[in-house]
């Protein structure tokens, strides 16, 4: 009885502390501010892009929205999202069962194996195997096979569907080992054969795993820009920056706003399927599914589809490396003003020495600025909003997520639209574009891992601070930021490692000459010489598999 009143007078004592920190004073009443300035900032270029497209007259906006081009594009681009969304489910779920609910030897091992095409950006795979297995790729000029064309639209929904299936595969595990499996052993007893207990009990408990992982592989395949690009697949995002590179501008910012339209249905509908009343947590894990002689087919599955998505790229690009000889492709030379040589490793594929640490310092360089601006932003917003349980809180954090859930050649042509009519001198003039576009597309990144950290500090040693006649700031400044900073950390490197790999806003807003490993790897595919991307492909490849140690360290190490 004791306890228990101990544990009432705590939790008063809490709440009380809590009701006196948000109290209404000049420092919530800045950190609302602050959070209303970051969103506004975040939500800017949406309104310069609808602003752009209601330029346009009617007639021809008209005209323009029902070409015959335009549905095309459309059914393409919606064929891709349903075609990858419904693959990557094939894949994932399986797996997930695989190491969850079977005997199947080494699951940690097979549990990364998995995982590991997640950090691999769909374009570089894109690269890999359209320079090797595509149409005149090097099979067919060495070989004279024939194989299936890897292009197209056909050629991105491959592509794109193995370095997305670890969405599915992920949160689908996840709500496997959290849900409570007894009650498919319930089932099994009441004569439930293995697929019925699955369809009628396991199935509407994973549900809403299954739903988000979806819904990130759909989005993925929707607003990616790479692989479609390099496929010649006409969907919205290729075919927005082709218009906006042909300067026709009024075209591509109609495309841009279906395209948001087709996002927002998208996240409507995963809303209603995602829905957990269905679901059911606990911590039995069930019995264990014996795979018997299949337990071989499984491993070759498992295995097979790792070669495909890590193995066969890298070995690829390595070599490609090898093989370089040093002969020149006048194109490549003319984006780049660089000569070809075969001194080092670097000159092999395109670029001096000297060159290629420049290169490699303006990709490090950039994607340091933007994670430190948006650990900047994020701070008083994951603060204001961790604290403040309120309407206003949450709408200002929300409206931070805009920019993720819209795909990056939008973000980049809605900020060419500002800098254009607003800051022309800050448009292809400096990093500073670039940098906002960063921030815009991944602060959410930033202001998750920072709030969750805001949720862990306990509101009592602020308030003991406080006592000690600590004011706001001093008692921010010694107590609670050294408790957050972890979270920070973590924000900003899931932030730069992110950066690293986008494409679309940095080849639309970097600076005149300037030139990233993204867009080395674009020159060189935009000039059909593949292997000319390989080392700056392998980096990062290097640099994104840094951000499945982030993955695991968040999650304790935790694999299986």
Request: with cysteine; aromatic share 10%.
């Amino acid at each position: 009885m004791k306890s228990l009143t101990n544990a009432v007078d705590t939790t008063q004592r809490v709440e009380a502390a809590r009701e006196r920190l948000e109290r209404v004073e000049p420092w919530t009443i800045a950190l609302a501010a602050a959070s209303a300035l970051v969103a506004f900032l975040i939500i800017l270029p949406m309104f310069w892009l609808v602003w752009q497209a209601s330029t346009v007259e009617l007639s021809r906006a008209y005209d323009l929205i029902v070409s015959s081009q335009t549905a095309r594009i459309t059914a393409n681009s919606i064929g891709l999202l349903l075609f990858v969304t419904v693959c990557s489910i094939l894949l994932g779920v399986p797996l997930a069962l695989l190491t969850t609910r079977t005997d199947l030897p080494y699951p940690r091992f097979w549990t990364v194996v998995a995982a590991l095409p997640l950090v691999i950006p769909s374009y570089i795979g894109a690269i890999a195997f359209t320079g090797m297995f595509g149409s005149g790729g090097e099979i067919d000029s060495l070989f004279g096979m024939s194989l299936p064309r890897i292009d197209g639209l056909s050629g991105a929904t491959f592509i794109i569907t193995l370095y997305t299936y670890p969405y599915v595969f992920l949160t689908t595990r996840a709500a496997l080992l959290s849900m409570d499996s007894s009650l498919a052993d319930a089932a099994r007893t009441l004569n439930a054969g293995p697929f019925e207990a699955f369809r009628r009990v396991t199935l509407p408990q994973i549900r809403p795993g299954i739903a988000a992982g979806a819904l990130l592989a759909g989005l993925y395949a929707i607003s990616d820009f790479g692989t479609p690009a390099f496929m010649r697949a006409s969907v919205f995002t290729s075919r927005i920056y082709w218009e906006f590179s042909s300067f026709n501008v009024e075209y591509a910012a109609l495309l841009a706003l279906q395209l948001i339209a087709i996002v927002a249905v998208v996240l409507v509908i995963e809303a209603g399927i995602g829905r957990d009343e269905d679901a059911s947590g606990g911590g039995d894990t069930g019995s264990t599914i014996r795979l018997g002689n299949w337990k071989w087919p499984a491993m070759g599955f498992v295995s097979g589809l790792g070669m495909l998505t890590l193995v066969v790229p890298v070995a690829i690009f390595t070599n490609w490396v090898f093989r370089s000889e040093g002969d020149r492709i006048p194109a490549y030379e003319l984006d780049l003003g660089i000569t070809v040589s075969s001194v080092n490793p670097l000159e092999g594929f395109g670029i001096a020495i000297g060159d290629g640490w420049g290169i490699i310092y303006n990709s490090v360089h950039l994607a340091a600025i933007a994670a430190l601006v948006a650990c900047v932003f994020a701070l008083p917003v994951a603060y204001y909003s961790g604290r403040a349980n309120s309407f206003v809180s949450r709408v200002f954090e929300r409206a931070t997520y805009i920019g993720f859930a819209v795909p990056g050649v939008i973000i980049g042509l809605a900020l060419v639209f500002l800098g254009t009519r607003t800051l022309p001198s800050l448009y292809r003039e400096g990093i500073w574009l670039l940098v906002f576009a960063y921030v815009v597309r991944f602060l959410p990144q930033a202001v998750g891992t920072v709030r969750s950290s805001v949720l862990q500090v306990d509101y009592q040693t602020i308030e003991a601070a406080r006592t000690l006649n600590a004011g706001r700031f001093e008692a921010f400044r010694r107590i609670t930021l050294p408790l957050i900073m972890p979270g920070v950390i973590a924000g900003g490197i899931l932030v730069f490692l992110t950066t690293m790999k986008e494409l679309p806003a940095t080849l639309m807003l970097r600076p005149i000459g300037m030139e990233t490993l993204v867009s080395l790897i674009w020159n060189a595919q935009d000039s059909l010489a593949y292997r000319y991307a390989a080392v700056p492909s392998l980096l990062l490849i290097l640099i994104s598999g840094l951000s499945m140690i982030v993955l695991l360290r968040q999650e304790g190490g935790k694999i299986g």
